[in-house]
């Protein structure tokens, strides 16, 4: 079945590690985002990318990295500089065409301990 | 700049009744518009989405959504709550050109009561 798998599901990491979400799709969409989710604060979109080796930066970059090195693939770290980084994470790919949807992994919830 | 208010954090509603939840963007241009549904600890599903084929959008779970341009509105409608409709719903724009990103709006958490 095609779909997005994000990996792991929950994470939890210790103040000033770098921890990297992993988040792969078999829809053979060219374009890739993430997005962290906040209670009442809806979606944010935090890195995205139309095309392999190519990505560009959401409304809340600061903090976060990613790559773009297979079609399939599109790694989330979340680097010590994220002041806040407990949080819901998820990720969503699409086809480039217009008037698509995204298509949404399960996410992970990542907390600081 | 394009952005997407939802009126109301929070909805209750009872076993039967009527469901409208509401969406307001803001976009100098047509923009597209999509409702997804969250539960728990999950992911989004799309409910439906504006093509701007036909202004009354009909989806999965026996919702629809009515896009009104000179309202800037895209109301989300189910004419009878089932307990199972209890979650969280998005709205959500993106503009054409713009790459496909989505806009979400802050949501709306569903409950029904029985």
């Known amino acids: 079945d095609g779909g997005i798998t994000q990996s792991p599901k929950y994470l939890f990491r210790k103040e000033g590690q770098n921890v990297t979400l992993s988040c792969e799709q078999n829809l053979n969409h060219d374009a890739m985002y993430w997005y962290r989710q906040d209670p009442g604060q809806g979606l944010r979109l935090i890195y995205y990318s139309q095309i392999v080796n190519d990505f560009q930066k959401g409304d809340i970059a600061e903090g976060y990295s990613v790559s773009r090195e297979k079609k399939e693939s599109f790694p989330l770290t979340v680097t010590s500089a994220q002041k806040n980084p407990t949080a819901f994470y998820l990720c969503?790919?699409?086809?480039?065409?217009?008037?698509?949807?995204?298509?949404f992994g399960q996410g992970t919830r990542l907390t600081v301990v | 700049a394009q952005s997407v208010t939802q009126l109301g954090s929070h909805v209750s509603v009872s076993e039967g009744a009527l469901v409208l939840l509401r969406c307001n963007y803001s976009?100098?241009?047509?923009?597209?518009l999509f409702w997804y549904v969250q539960y728990p600890n999950q992911g989004l599903q799309l409910l439906l989405k504006?093509?701007?084929?036909?202004?009354l959008v009909k989806g999965i779970n026996g919702f629809e959504a009515e896009f009104k341009k000179s309202e800037t509105s895209f109301h989300l409608t189910k004419p009878s709550a089932h307990m199972s409709d209890a979650a969280e719903y998005f709205c959500?724009?993106?503009?054409?050109?713009?790459?496909?990103?989505?806009?979400f709006g802050a949501g709306t958490i569903l409950r029904v009561k029985s």
């Open positions: 969503a790919s699409s086809s480039r065409s217009v008037n698509t949807e995204a298509f």
């Open positions: 976009s100098s241009v047509p923009p597209y």
């Open positions: 504006y093509t701007s084929a036909a202004t």
């Open positions: 959500a724009v993106s503009l054409p050109g713009y790459g496909n990103k989505l806009v």
